[in-house]
């Protein structure tokens, strides 16, 4: 009864570098007739600190090439965000500061170049929508106005091309000068230059609209849709080599995948690592030990290192975590510490640079530079001085170039599978705590990976909270991750108050919109999904709006609606699916006419609404027209019902395994019938799956009353409370009866004429 | 870093675990597990040379290295120790009604003894006050037992909720052991004989307590709340979003003395140095932690600490389990970075909030319309956007925000602490122009006085009447009216630039005439003190005259105090309570008769079914079973109606022993010890006159 179990401890929440001797690869347990899987990481890294700078945007700091890596250490290039950018390297074993730039504004981007055929060695540093060209050496010989409008977003330079995005355009300049330009009409996210054919360039663009476009000689883009977002895109190297076809892409939901650009200038995912985390924020390949790895840097703090497959159809194996506390904004491999010891380089949004180095531990504490300790002591003693001298003086007038302080790092990502969204907010110091005041109904989850600690605060509905929640962090937190799940026809706005502990303490507060249509996210004609269904219920505005008038307003209710309209003669289309009931919603719409389609009558009415509103805002006179299709109900209850029955399932199995548990019938399950043996079986699966979403039933159960009383309206301007509608459903949704269900739709005047429903329409 | 590691493959109750020597020597686990079962896990037990040998009679029955114990009840507590003079340690295992001491090496009962306040928490020591046998300390429904090795009640008192915590503790260094609980009503009381010698309240009910080195013990509140005191001083608490399921003290990184080992709910294990609360070890497990112990485990010499999970994994950590990972190269440079970037983050926030020193933060607190309202305006030009109240205890949550829908010069905050203890609140005030983004923080702390929500008012002259009857509680204090007079200005929230002042002229000279309204509910009380010392409370609400005689009490260094205490309305409640009791013992009798009955008449049935059923007698099998049918229905019935009145049971002796706990704080030292004592023989006789004696009379 009793099994002795190899000690094992994977400790991640140790904020400390963790090291896991190397032994052994993989184990696999046979267990229960499942296969379990334990890799055991097979490299060891060592993390030793560098220096602290201003806080980092992504892909700001780079390594500069050497002539000989055997016999030297690389240099590397970091820009802040006060704009000031340091070229750093060791010499004599010790950390130097070899240029070090005027403060300016923040650095968006950094991307080495230099002749083709050479070493790329020359700096190119975007600062606003300009770019400005360092040597080596920090001699600036380059200072360039791209003209764009917008800061400079995204920018990549191979040989005498450079090419700057802001926002959704994309421009490339050839020495200077304008080349070709292409309006995406999407956020531009991130830009590859890859040589082509003799002097030609190739431009692969990764885009909001969770495509990635190949941009080859002014013909229209060839595309690549993923099924999330890209954010960011990186040539595979080997050493200084970059390949000209294959290219390493991160996505917002934690994917690492490669992509090869083959002959005709389409791409091809050769693997695509379905491990899910946090969005990815740096790529890298670099040889640590034994052959290639892909080095990778998380949004969440995370460093990993894979080895990179030599094969096209593996996949790659987790070799090396790290948990660095703070997002990441750049890693990148490469020999900075010691000659002969590879290392991974990495810089954190607050500024930190460190290297995760292959140099064993045992060997860096015998030469640990005791001489940067004390030249940081001595810069430290100095500042605390002026520190004190800056207390002293109250006659600090207002500075114009007063740095901009406690700068939110925010994204609210959408988790598709349980319908919520991850909030997380990072701040380059520590955070004292959150306020978060929403003014419309949020239901706050709850995150295992925090540890912060969370009140619900008593408010009044009438001063317009409905959400007062606060999170006192525990010390040394930069960042911290909500969840939370909103309620679709229900707009608002999130305000979000950070503390922070630095004194005098000061607090930004952040905004957020919530959309009506919260939980629907973009779909793409290109994608392969059946953009069949039906039938469709219609509405038709017709008036005197611009098509870019209504694509605002529709910004407004939708999430991911792209900057500018996109026009094919006159006529604007965008396709939505409702991620959690899965249905679809089709927006036509051109000047003075607007129809919109959609299953479920829900979206179609606060769709209506909003825009209504809209349009009354601006003085605009709508007519409104509602062709409501009878068979569009059962569709949305044929995808909904089974659902329900599937977590009815859940939910009472689960009772019954706890059943067992309570009497300690789950130890000897031959003793039960198949079917308990079968439950116990999948016990572990069935209890991740209710915890994953133990409201699944009572949502679903919101979903149809919510269709009930908006297919009331929109039939006949019945109102119909939601109370009385959940009474009256719950018979029917208790007995999952697609009948009777039907029948309440239907309603009372048309109940004796019912026929049988038909459950496929088309 | 684990010692070793291994797998109960059962399901272990939340905080259900204890480790003893059953056979003087060999270190044991002992588990709860559902179902009422007792799990003891015993590595290095020598299986007798002959099995026959193994007594069957007794409860225990042993496979291998495990041992199984029936309990058919809820568990509520576990504990191991030596009672008497026997080296061998002793099994502990209450349940709400009973206790059970149970010899694990001969399979056999030391006693059982019903225990009608049940057993929440159960502990062995020896007490300074009494003898110096070790004693069996159990904390019940609003009540401490102590009983000696062979089950006899040596002392007996009351608290203001179920003690869910209990430790025998040397609280002051003066080389006697008090007695330290912690109950639901977020108490943490040391006990010294018939004294309470120190009493704090914390933020939530106490969970639990460990003695740590020297005069410093550790405890957990249900918040999450982790802490240590030393000699009475609360020396650092942390707070975090988990639950803390056990504490022990064990050194960890063999620097000598115990760290804290804290167990969360979350899997994670932690060790902090009890001075400071700096974490030097930590550990995730799997599941939810469900107890910790330190055995010698792997026969040592030297105790293990020993975790066991949700999951029924245990694992062992040995001494200096955290040294190897105390110090890793780097980690100075690291320390060196977060400090300059700290002070650069500094600099720049003065740089970027010039106006900082200019603008300043009004409070004021006041008391009026049903809550303690406390004003903060913002100044100059300056508007206050949201302000967040942290307190422990006052709110559902730990916070109460305002944030006006447009920021506006003033806001006004309104509190309701629900007790009459002081309460620290936290404030913190973002402060900034129209429209900006970037708000200025204002912190302040505040400390609500006592009885923050009792007004003072002028004498109505229209409730004189009601005020005049005879309830309340008249205490004699050797103390001027002045001196009375301090202590209420400094526990009452007053207008600006007023005291509470004793009269000096006229008919009341050297009198002190005190009006108070309750904000909670608006009655109304009436304090007088004469220049004689005599102290009269005209109240009905006995629990704030009690709150009034220990914090008077307490501020004029009264150690003994006796009172004459008049609430009529209590001494209805109690003795229909107690009335209620007598009726509701008898029927607990007669339904124990009925379900014993019905029991044996169910075995019977079921012997003659299977009978039928061998037989193939169909037609009989069939008659039996609906017998049993019938049987069982009966059954399920009484058990239904004798749970419903089992409840009422426990309801009323909890409401009993929280009117015994009333009376007691009425009084202080030996006089409340006394009436603790009268009231419990009151109750136990059924003498309701002499119940009410004791209240008026202590």
New interface residues.
């Given amino acids: 009864m009793v099994k002795l179990i190899i000690p094992h401890v994977l400790d991640t929440e140790n904020a400390t570098l963790y090291i896991i001797q190397s032994f052994i690869r993989t184990l696999i347990y046979i267990f229960k007739g499942e296969k379990l899987l334990l890799t055991i990481m097979t490299l060891s890294l060592t993390r030793i600190d560098y220096m602290a700078v201003g806080s980092t945007s992504r892909g700001t700091t780079k390594l500069l090439p050497t002539p000989d890596p055997k016999q030297q250490t690389q240099r590397f290039v970091v820009g802040d965000h006060d704009g000031i950018l340091h070229i750093c390297g060791m010499k004599k074993d010790e950390l130097q500061i070899i240029f070090k730039s005027l403060p300016g504004p923040k650095v968006n981007g950094i991307s080495l170049g230099g002749v083709l055929g050479t070493q790329k060695d020359k700096i190119f540093v975007a600062v606003g929508n300009s770019v400005k060209g360092y040597t080596r050496r920090g001699k600036v010989f380059l200072e360039f106005d791209t003209n764009l409008l917008e800061p400079i977003s995204a920018m990549c330079v191979l040989g005498p091309d450079l090419s700057a995005c802001a926002k959704d355009l994309y421009h490339r300049y050839h020495d200077c000068r304008d080349a070709d330009a292409y309006l995406v009409g999407e956020r531009v996210i991130d830009v590859l230059l890859l040589p082509g054919e003799g002097s030609a360039v190739v431009a692969v663009l990764a885009c909001g609209d969770c495509a990635v476009r190949v941009l080859h000689g002014g013909r229209t883009p060839t595309l690549l849709r993923l099924t999330t977002i890209p954010t960011i895109l990186m040539p595979y190297r080997e050493a200084d080599v970059e390949s000209k076809d294959r290219i390493l892409v991160g996505t917002t939901d934690g994917r690492v995948g490669l992509l090869t650009l083959q002959r005709d200038k389409t791409l091809r995912v050769t693997w695509l690592l379905s491990n899910n985390g946090a969005e990815i924020t740096s790529l890298d390949t670099y040889e640590l030990q034994d052959g290639v790895d892909i080095l990778v840097g998380r949004q969440n703090g995370v460093i990993e290192v894979f080895a990179f497959p030599e094969e096209d159809d593996t996949t790659p194996v987790l070799r090396f975590r790290h948990n660095c506390g703070e997002s990441v904004s750049t890693v990148v491999g490469g020999i900075v510490g010691a000659v002969g010891y590879p290392e991974v380089l990495a810089t954190t949004y607050s500024g930190r640079i460190f290297g995760l180095t292959t140099k064993p531990p045992g060997l860096l504490e015998v030469d640990q530079d005791i001489g940067l300790m004390t030249k940081l002591k001595i810069e430290i003693d100095q500042l605390e001085q002026k520190k004190n001298q800056q207390k002293e003086s109250f006659d600090v007038g207002t500075d114009a170039l007063a740095p901009s302080i406690l700068n939110v790092n925010h994204r609210m990502l959408i988790n598709k599978e349980n319908a919520s969204y991850t909030l997380s907010i990072e701040l380059e110091t520590s955070i004292d705590n959150i306020l978060l005041q929403s003014d419309t109904p949020v239901d706050l989850l709850d995150v295992e990976s925090n540890s912060a600690v969370a009140s619900l605060s008593a408010c009044d509905h009438k001063s317009g909270n409905y959400v007062l929640a606060t999170y006192r962090c525990q010390i040394n937190t930069n960042r911290l991750d909500l969840r939370l799940r909103t309620i679709e026809g229900q707009p608002g706005c999130l305000q979000i108050y950070v503390t922070s502990q630095v004194q005098p303490k000061c607090c930004r507060r952040i905004q957020i919109p919530i959309h009506a249509l919260s939980f629907h996210s973009r779909i793409h004609k290109d994608e392969n999904t059946v953009l069949l269904g039906g039938p469709f219920n219609e509405l038709n505005l017709r008036g005197s709006f611009t098509a870019a008038e209504i694509h605002a307003w529709l910004s407004l209710a939708l999430p991911d609606v792209p900057e500018r309209p996109h026009l094919e003669d006159g006529e604007g289309t965008l396709i939505f699916t409702s991620t959690f009931v899965g249905t679809m919603l089709k927006c036509n719409y051109k000047k003075g006419n607007a129809i919109f389609l959609s299953e479920n009558i829900s979206s179609i009415i606060i769709l209506r609404d909003i825009l209504t509103g809209e349009a009354t805002k601006r003085k605009i006179r709508l007519d409104v027209f509602c062709n409501i299709a009878n068979g569009s109900i059962s569709r949305v209850l044929d995808l909904v019902l089974p659902r329900i029955e599937a977590a009815r399932a859940i939910k009472e199995k689960v009772k019954i395994l706890d059943a067992l548990q309570e009497w300690e019938l789950n130890t000897n399950p031959e003793q039960l019938c198949p079917k308990y043996q079968e439950l116990l079986e999948n016990e572990s699966n069935l209890r991740a799956e209710l915890v994953k979403d133990p409201d699944m039933l009572q949502r679903l159960y919101g979903t149809i009353t919510d269709l009930y009383v908006d297919w009331e309206r929109a039939r006949g301007g019945q109102i119909v409370t939601s109370k009385t509608a959940t009474e009256k459903l719950r018979p029917a949704l208790e007995s999952r009866d697609l009948t009777l269900l039907l029948q309440i739709f239907n309603g009372n005047n048309s109940a004796a004429e019912t026929p049988v429903p038909r459950l496929q329409q088309n | 870093?684990?010692a070793?590691?291994?797998?109960?493959?059962?399901?272990v109750e939340s905080g259900l675990v204890a480790c003893g020597k059953f056979d003087g020597s060999h270190a044991c686990i002992v588990v709860a597990?559902?179902?009422g079962?007792i799990l003891v896990?015993s590595p290095h037990r020598r299986p007798l040379p002959n099995p026959d040998d193994d007594p069957k009679t007794g409860r225990l029955a042993w496979?291998?290295?495990?041992a199984e114990l029936r309990i058919g009840k809820q568990v509520t507590s576990l504990y191991a120790g030596r009672l008497g003079e026997d080296e061998r340690d002793v099994l502990m295992i209450g349940t709400a009604t009973h206790l059970l001491v149970y010899n694990v090496e001969d399979n056999a009962d030391v006693f059982y003894k019903e225990m009608s306040d049940g057993a929440y928490t159960v502990t062995v020591g020896k007490l300074g006050w009494l003898t110096d046998r070790s004693v069996v300390v159990i904390g019940g429904n609003c009540s401490v037992t102590v009983l000696d090795a062979s089950g006899t009640e040596v002392f007996w008192t009351v608290t203001g909720d179920v003690v869910v915590s209990l430790m025998i503790f040397d609280f002051d260094g003066d080389g006697a052991n008090e007695l330290i609980l912690g109950s639901v009503d977020f108490e943490i009381r040391a006990l010294k004989g018939d004294s309470v010698a120190w009493d704090v309240k914390e933020t939530a009910p106490v969970t639990a307590l460990v003695a740590l080195s020297g005069c410093q013990f550790g405890y957990a509140v249900g918040n999450?709340t982790v802490g240590v005191y030393e000699m009475g001083q609360r020396l650092w608490r942390?707070?975090?979003?988990?639950r803390v399921v056990a504490i022990r003290g064990y050194d960890v990184n063999g620097d000598g003395t115990e760290e804290l080992v804290t167990g969360w709910s979350?899997g994670?294990v932690d060790a902090r140095v009890p001075a400071t609360g700096e974490v030097v070890f930590?550990?995730?497990l799997s599941a939810a932690v469900v107890g910790i112990a330190r055995a010698d485990y792997r026969r040592t010499g030297r105790p293990d600490l020993v975790v066991v999970s949700a999951t029924g994994?245990v694992?062992g950590f040995g001494p200096g389990a955290a040294s190897s990972?105390a110090s890793?190269?780097?980690?100075?440079?690291?320390e060196?970075?977060?400090?300059?970037?700290?002070?650069?983050?500094?600099?720049?926030?003065?740089?970027?909030?010039?106006?900082?020193?200019a603008s300043r933060l009004a409070v004021e607190v006041s008391c009026g319309d049903g809550a303690v309202r406390m004003a903060l305006a913002a100044g100059p030009g300056l508007l206050v956007?949201?302000a967040?109240v942290?307190a422990e205890g006052v709110?559902?949550?730990?916070?109460?925000?305002d944030?006006?829908?447009r920021p506006c010069g003033q806001i006004e905050i309104e509190l309701r602490p629900p007790k009459d203890t002081p309460v620290d609140v936290h404030v913190?005030v973002?402060v900034g122009p129209m429209g900006?983004?970037?708000?200025?923080?204002?912190?302040l702390t505040r400390q609500l006085p006592r009885f923050c929500m009792y007004e003072r008012i002028e004498k109505p002259i229209d409730v004189e009447d009601a005020l005049l009857d005879e309830s309340g509680v008249t205490i004699e204090v050797a103390e001027r009216p002045q001196r009375v007079a301090i202590w209420l200005g400094q526990n009452l929230i007053l207008p600006e630039e007023t005291e509470v002042e004793v009269a000096e002229v006229g008919p009341t000279a050297g009198t002190l005439n005190v009006c108070l309204r309750g904000l909670r509910d608006g009655k109304l009380h009436r304090l007088e003190a004469t220049s004689g010392g005599k102290i009269r409370l005209r109240t009905n609400d006995s629990n704030f005259a009690g709150e009034v005689v220990q914090s008077l009490a307490s501020y004029l260094g009264l150690g003994e105090l006796g009172a004459e205490a008049n609430f009529p309305e209590d001494e209805k409640l109690m003795t229909e309570a107690l009335e209620r009791l007598t009726g509701l013992r008898e029927t607990e009798i007669r339904l124990r008769a009925g379900e014993a009955r019905g029991a044996a008449m169910l075995r019977n049935l079921l012997v003659r079914t299977e009978d039928a059923r061998i037989l193939g007698d169909a037609k009989n099998a069939k008659t039996r079973l609906a017998q049993l049918r019938a049987v069982n229905g009966d059954l399920i019935r009484d058990h239904e109606i004798g749970a419903n009145s089992y409840r009422d049971l426990v309801r009323t002796l909890k409401e009993l022993n929280a009117a015994v706990q009333r009376i007691a704080r009425l009084r202080v030292g030996k006089a409340s010890a006394n009436a603790i004592a009268k009231c419990r023989s009151a109750i136990r006789d059924g003498d309701t006159r002499a119940l009410v004696a004791v209240a008026r009379q202590g």
Avoid at chain 2, 238 to 242: G, T
């Fill in positions: 870093m684990a070793f590691s291994l797998q109960l493959e059962r399901k597990t559902s179902g079962n896990h496979t291998g290295e495990l999450g942390v707070k975090s979003k988990h979350s994670k930590r550990v995730q994994e694992r990972e890793e190269p780097g980690d100075k440079m690291r060196l970075l977060a400090k300059k970037q700290a002070l650069i983050a500094e600099m720049r926030h003065r740089a970027a909030n010039p106006g900082s020193f956007h949201c967040i942290f709110f559902d949550g730990e916070t109460l925000v944030r006006p829908s913190k973002c900006a983004d970037l708000l200025q923080v204002f912190e």
